[in-house]
């Protein structure tokens, strides 16, 4: 598994009209920390954020043992911080740290890596475990296309529970050949940091495991 990324056309193909293919991690591997628990900060302040995470800490502990999986921790913690709040309040303060917040913590070559796929016509995807909620409007923005979890709405506001899948792991795969015909293209490129990036990254033709540190 490549450990950089090559600075020379990531297509490898100078001259094709083929297409490529390019589908990128976000926390950790765009981004230089979690933006889960970033965007729990953002939205309830430092104070009352960290409160909470200190009363889930059991919760969190079992899951960093594997007692409980990534999807279970993910909804207590969702549960905790934004069960019954409207939708329409949450999606603002998720576009405000879109816009906001997500270029204070996005790491520059991850940026120039996008761009250049970008320049040779390549197609990007975000696959995230973290909500679309607030990749969205920032996706929109670098005009990237974005597969990541989904939040459960009931009567207008969060439940806490995911819709669907957490988009980790397994998952992400899963999600890309929901929408991808990877036949089409002549080279698949991922980027990841993590173990729930390890199946996106065995699914590509060229992997970078943690290249923009």
């Not at 995807?125 to 709405?153: G, T």
């Not at 506001?157 to 980790?168: A, I, V, W």
């Not at 990036?197 to 970078?208: G, N, S, T």
Request: with cysteine; aromatic share 14%.
């Amino acid at each position: 598994m490549n450990q950089s990324v090559n600075s020379s056309n990531p297509n490898n193909t100078e001259g094709s009209s083929t297409k490529s293919v390019a589908f990128f991690d976000f926390d950790g591997t765009i981004t230089n920390r979690d933006s889960f628990i970033d965007f729990i900060v953002f939205y309830h302040g430092r104070f009352a954020a960290y409160f909470g995470l200190f009363r889930l800490l059991p919760f969190l502990l079992a899951y960093k043992i594997k007692l409980m999986p990534n999807w279970q921790a993910k909804e207590k913690v969702m549960t905790y911080f934004f069960k019954g709040e409207p939708l329409a309040d949450f999606q603002t303060r998720c576009e405000q740290y879109a816009t906001e917040r997500i270029p204070q913590i996005t790491r520059k070559s991850a940026l120039q890596a996008i761009q250049k796929h970008q320049e040779l016509g390549n197609d990007i995807y975000l696959v995230s475990a973290s909500p679309e909620n607030w990749l969205l409007a920032w996706c929109q923005q670098k005009e990237i296309k974005l597969l990541a979890s989904r939040l459960e709405v009931s009567k207008g506001r969060l439940t806490g529970n995911l819709l669907g899948k957490n988009c980790y792991g397994p998952e992400k795969v899963v999600r890309i050949r929901q929408v991808v015909d990877l036949s089409h293209y002549q080279n698949v490129y991922s980027y990841g940091d993590s173990s729930g990036d390890r199946q996106m990254l065995q699914l590509a033709d060229h992997a970078y495991y943690r290249p923009f540190r």
